[in-house]
């Protein structure tokens, strides 16, 4: 079992409505956040385009931030979803300092705090609370190794990438393009 | 022309617009860590080539600074922890993986180590002091004893130590600037170069000081050479890393570095100690204080700009 996301970024429309659900779901603390829309505008005016992206913790293979953790805090659940155990957690930062994405941030009660893909929900069968509310559908959340999870056909349909490959993280959020 | 413009609604503490997660306290547990380390190095390398009558100093004196730097590094790295009361947390694992693992443990190990090494020496410097304990007078007979077995130990850790204030930097992957195994040796070389400045202020002795003035000398030339292979590295090497090298060579960290790091920090010290051995009197604590600047001033640079640099995308 490989835990994945698609994300379509040429139907997100950026509303944010993704991170609102997150914050609500995971009662993350206000001014904070555990996903995040970033738009980058390539190009000269007016020949532009336009890419929207609804941006998380990537769940990475090869996690860097599993690796420098130096209490074992932060480590692989079953799916390679990637969590921190809180009473684990000694505050160092190592793993913020390690993570390409900055997925990750120092909640104000010291332990770090970062996307779990909702595994809370996905332990029930549900989706992650992101992926249930978007109301553009633009995202496809599943098991990468069953060839007919909902993610596994999207991904086989439409070109797709990942951020700072180069990074060598083998990340596990995959953006439709 | 093609510009891309990135927008971005993340606005987390600490991680905005440019991550500062770390603040002081990690370089100057940096510069502390190296340090203790340079100063242990030293007087266990001299106790186990027998000249400890030769460098009193350096064997005898200038260790008793260590467990204090030792100590005050980690009451550093304490209070950099945000979640301080889970600190016992390090100690109930080892992961070889993470450099902070085996740092922490390290430092476990090597502060006792550097507390008898000073202890050890209170009886030759202080004749008249009340050991009180039996068990006490005991345990630093047999300490004396084994003083072979201790240098060795001494010498393993401090350059484990000494590696490990560099090695701690470039295990994380995120950080373009810190992405180099040179940054290592380079720390290693640093703190031993620290070490060898605060022996030869404390020593009173003219042929001991010349000593460490040399040793210096060979140290700084070191030191030099690594961070023209820093760069050259990182020029050769990725965007990411072309970036961080930037950030030195016209960038926002150039006069500081260039100016307080190799001016003040191993050019103007080299030059000093040159003259000092060609015979002209030069205060002693002139270069030993601008080394000692120069290598915390390399270490909040380090620390600080290694946290701007990031992978772009």
């Known amino acids: 079992m490989r835990y994945a996301m698609a994300i379509d970024t040429r139907k997100c429309v950026g ?62 659940e079953e799916g390679g979803i990637v969590t921190v155990h809180h009473n684990e957690c000694i505050g160092c930062g190592a793993c913020i300092q390690s993570c390409p994405y900055d997925a990750r941030y120092s909640h104000p009660e010291g332990y770090v705090d970062k996307c779990t893909f909702c595994l809370h929900r996905v332990e029930k069968g549900q989706k992650p609370a992101c992926v249930s509310v978007c109301p553009t559908k633009c995202m496809y959340f599943g098991d990468l190794d069953d060839p007919n999870s909902e993610v596994s056909v999207v991904m086989r349909n439409r070109n797709h990438k990942v951020l700072a490959p180069e990074a060598g993280t083998k990340p596990h959020i995959f953006y439709l393009t | 022309m093609n510009e891309e413009l990135f927008i971005s609604g993340r606005d987390n503490l600490n991680i905005d617009p440019v991550l500062h997660i770390w603040h002081w306290q990690i370089p100057v547990y940096l510069f502390l860590g190296g340090l203790a380390a340079g100063l242990l190095f030293f007087a266990s390398l001299y106790t186990i080539q027998n000249k400890d009558k030769e460098y009193r100093t350096a064997v005898k004196i200038a260790p008793f600074l260590a467990p204090f730097a030792l100590i005050l590094g980690l009451i550093a790295l304490f209070l950099d922890l945000k979640h301080k009361l889970f600190f016992w947390q390090l100690y109930t694992t080892i992961r070889l993986e993470s450099p ?34 039996k068990w006490l007078i005991q345990f630093d007979k047999w300490v004396v004893k084994n003083r072979k077995v201790f240098a ?9 130590l000494g590696v490990y204030t560099g090695i701690l930097l470039s295990a994380f992957n995120a ?17 031993l170069s620290t070490g060898a400045a605060t022996i030869m202020w404390m020593s009173k002795d003219q042929a001991e000081r010349k000593m460490f003035s040399k040793i210096d000398l060979i140290l700084i030339g070191i ?17 990411v890393q072309i970036e961080a090298a930037n950030l030195f060579l016209g960038g926002e960290y150039t ?47 380090m620390v600080d700009a290694g946290q701007v640099t990031r992978y772009l995308y």
Not at chain 1, 22 to 27: A, F, K, Y
Not at chain 2, 152 to 160: D, E, F, G, R
Not at chain 2, 223 to 239: K, P
Not at chain 2, 272 to 301: N, S, Y
Request: with cysteine.
């Open chain 2, 175 to 191: 950080r373009p600037l810190w992405n180099t195994s040179l940054l290592g040796p380079l720390f290693l070389v640093s703190g």
């Open chain 2, 223 to 239: 030191e030099l050479f690594f961070i023209v292979h820093l760069f050259m590295g990182f020029l050769a090497s990725s965007q």
């Open chain 2, 100 to 133: 902070m693992s085996w740092g922490a443990w390290t430092l476990m190990i090597i502060t006792p180590l550097s507390m008898i090494w000073a202890a050890s020496y209170i009886k030759e410097i202080f004749p008249n002091w009340d050991w009180k304990f």
């Open chain 1, 15 to 76: 509303c944010s409505d993704c991170v609102v659900a997150c914050q609500t779901e995971n009662n993350v603390p206000i001014g904070y956040c555990r996903d995040w829309i970033v738009e980058t505008v390539a190009g000269t005016y007016p020949n532009v385009e336009i890419e929207l992206r609804s941006e998380r913790c990537n769940h990475c293979d090869n996690s860097p931030c599993v690796r420098c953790c130096p209490t074992g805090a932060s480590h692989y």
């Open chain 2, 255 to 301: 006069a500081m570095f260039w100016i307080f790091v190799v001016g003040i920090g191993l050019i103007i010290p080299a030059v000093l100690e040159t003259l000092e051995l060609l015979g002209k009197h030069i205060p002693v604590f002139v270069p030993a204080t601008l080394i000692l600047i120069g290598g915390l001033v390399f270490r909040f640079i």
């Open chain 2, 152 to 160: 060795w130990l001494n010498i393993y850790y401090a350059i484990i």
